[in-house]
Nanobody, 119 residues
Framework: QVQLVESGGGLVQPGGSLRLSCAASGSIFSIYAMGWYRQAPGKQRELVAVISSGGSTAYADYVAGRFTISRDNAKNMVYLQMNSLKPEDTAVYYC?????????????WGQGTQVTVSS
């Protein structure tokens, strides 16, 4: 199994910044893509950003130019630097990875971390 633990959420004023971190642990053979998703109250979960094992990145239009995803393969970590935050960025942010463990290859999810952008 693979466990994902997010950290770094909190309350920030509009225009501010936050950095989310996600640590993967467990009986990991290989980690492939890693990404961040978010879910606001009453809305479906949506993709924020994704990064491949080789470092290629992709962003949703609504965060492009403001958010940056990165990863540390040696530490099995993925990060999301969020700048110029807006109230509409308020959501629970979830870490996701596609990984191969003893049970096979599948997607894994963290428990989520709350990000609130408000004055």
């Amino acid at each position: 199994q693979v466990q994902l633990v997010e950290s770094g959420g909190g309350l920030v004023q509009p225009g501010g910044s936050l950095r989310l971190s996600c640590a993967a642990s467990g009986s990991i053979f290989s980690i492939y893509a890693m990404g961040w998703y978010r879910q606001a109250p009453g809305k479906q979960r949506e993709l924020v950003a994704v990064i491949s094992s080789g470092g290629s990145t992709a962003y949703a239009d609504y965060v492009a130019g403001r958010f940056t995803i990165s990863r540390d393969n040696a530490k099995n970590m993925v990060y999301l630097q969020m700048n110029s935050l807006k109230p509409e960025d308020t959501a629970v942010y979830y870490c996701n990875t596609n990984a191969r463990a003893m049970s096979g290859r599948r997607d894994y999810w963290g428990q989520g971390t709350q990000v609130t952008v408000s004055s």
